[in-house]
């Protein structure tokens, strides 16, 4: 599905929890190549905010994977980490104006709360406490309500939750301090000026926290399309914690041809042999979404990408 051409940016953003694999390829093969048939800008961002399950050595092993499959973004990797007092200023400014508060409830204290798709639903415990309480042990959560946050994405269609009652108040910064993924990606993508983010339909949930807080700080809300996963034999997602193998540097052209069918754009069969500079090149002029619509699973990768 052709975008308009002139200012569409969009971006990859993967976690340095370990090297790419075939899941993450679809992600990033979709996002570039919405892009590229925008005749728009591609960024990528490692979102490197959780040191603790960051693997040493992955965010450059990844920059490196995304050069030997070809891709090519606009200006420098930006990394958001050093985003950190940015962010810390908007959290401040949400506490300020009463958007956000201190939270001292423990995992522990919020076993026994009902949960939603998202997990344990908030009760609102510490709603009551005030902007200026503080504490070394405490999180930072966001008021929600329960007006309805829609939106329609491009893949999935028609979307609709009520944060108040499917999820609760949420994490904006954690009990350790570290800025938590929701609100860190809502204002980088906003400094970036992304207009459109393509991205696996397992983050498909987290949208409505996301547009909630675009909402909250003024700021646009981009467009979405959440494609289909990768799964493995047992229908898990492909993923570290599920066994995912890295992507084979020394297979690039055949591995991209793999994703632009497990992608559903249909290539011939005997591209599977042609360079990487055809293949993508026959790629970003047939790319569409439409084969992508309303599915949540993709075909499983070939058995050695798995």
């Given at each position: 599905?052709?975008?308009?051409?002139g200012n569409?940016?969009?971006r990859f953003?993967?976690?340095p929890?370990?090297?790419?694999?075939?899941?993450s390829?679809?992600a990033?093969t979709?996002?570039y190549?919405?892009a590229?048939s925008g005749?728009?800008r591609?960024?990528l961002?490692?979102?490197?905010?959780?040191?603790?399950?960051?693997q040493?050595?992955?965010a450059d092993?990844?920059?490196?994977?995304?050069?030997t499959?070809g891709?090519?973004?606009d200006?420098?990797?930006?990394?958001?980490?050093?985003?950190t007092p940015r962010?810390?200023?908007v959290?401040?400014?949400?506490?300020?104006a009463?958007?956000?508060y201190r939270?001292?409830?423990?995992r522990?204290a919020?076993?026994?709360?009902?949960?939603?798709?998202?997990?344990?639903?908030?009760?609102?415990?510490?709603r009551?406490r005030t902007?200026?309480?503080?504490?070394?042990?405490s999180?930072?959560?966001?008021?929600t309500?329960?007006?309805?946050v829609s939106?329609h994405?491009?893949?999935?269609?028609a979307q609709?939750?009520?944060?108040e009652l499917?999820?609760?108040?949420?994490v904006i910064?954690?009990r350790?301090?570290?800025v938590?993924?929701?609100l860190?990606?809502v204002?980088d993508?906003?400094?970036?000026?992304?207009?459109?983010?393509v991205r696996?339909?397992d983050?498909?949930d987290?949208t409505?926290?996301q547009?909630y807080l675009?909402?909250?700080?003024g700021?646009?809300?981009?467009?979405?399309?959440?494609i289909?996963?990768a799964?493995?034999?047992?229908?898990?997602?492909?993923?570290?914690?599920?066994?995912?193998r890295?992507l084979p540097?020394?297979?690039?052209?055949p591995?991209?041809?793999?994703?632009?069918?497990?992608?559903q754009?249909?290539?011939?069969d005997?591209?599977a042999a042609?360079?990487l500079a055809t293949i993508?090149?026959?790629?970003?002029?047939?790319?569409?979404?439409k084969?992508?619509m309303?599915?949540?699973?993709?075909?499983?990768?070939?058995q050695?990408?798995?």
């Amino acid at each position: 599905m052709p975008v308009t051409a002139g200012n569409y940016i969009g971006r990859f953003a993967p976690s340095p929890t370990g090297p790419l694999h075939f899941g993450s390829l679809l992600a990033a093969t979709a996002s570039y190549l919405q892009a590229m048939s925008g005749n728009g800008r591609w960024i990528l961002r490692i979102e490197d905010i959780d040191p603790p399950r960051e693997q040493r050595g992955a965010a450059d092993a990844i920059v490196s994977a995304l050069e030997t499959y070809g891709f090519e973004w606009d200006g420098p990797v930006r990394y958001q980490s050093h985003k950190t007092p940015r962010h810390r200023e908007v959290i401040a400014r949400l506490i300020d104006a009463g958007y956000a508060y201190r939270c001292g409830c423990s995992r522990q204290a919020l076993a026994q709360a009902p949960r939603g798709p998202m997990g344990p639903i908030y009760p609102g415990t510490c709603r009551a406490r005030t902007a200026g309480t503080s504490s070394k042990r405490s999180s930072v959560r966001v008021r929600t309500d329960s007006q309805p946050v829609s939106f329609h994405d491009l893949v999935q269609g028609a979307q609709t939750m009520r944060l108040e009652l499917e999820s609760g108040d949420f994490v904006i910064e954690r009990r350790d301090r570290l800025v938590a993924y929701h609100l860190a990606v809502v204002i980088d993508d906003f400094d970036d000026g992304i207009s459109q983010i393509v991205r696996g339909v397992d983050l498909l949930d987290s949208t409505a926290r996301q547009i909630y807080l675009q909402r909250l700080l003024g700021y646009r809300t981009p467009g979405y399309a959440h494609i289909p996963v990768a799964v493995n034999s047992s229908g898990q997602k492909l993923s570290k914690m599920t066994g995912a193998r890295a992507l084979p540097l020394d297979n690039a052209g055949p591995t991209l041809f793999a994703a632009l069918r497990a992608l559903q754009q249909g290539p011939p069969d005997d591209l599977a042999a042609a360079g990487l500079a055809t293949i993508w090149e026959w790629a970003k002029e047939h790319w569409t979404l439409k084969p992508l619509m309303n599915q949540r699973n993709a075909p499983e990768p070939p058995q050695r990408y798995g």
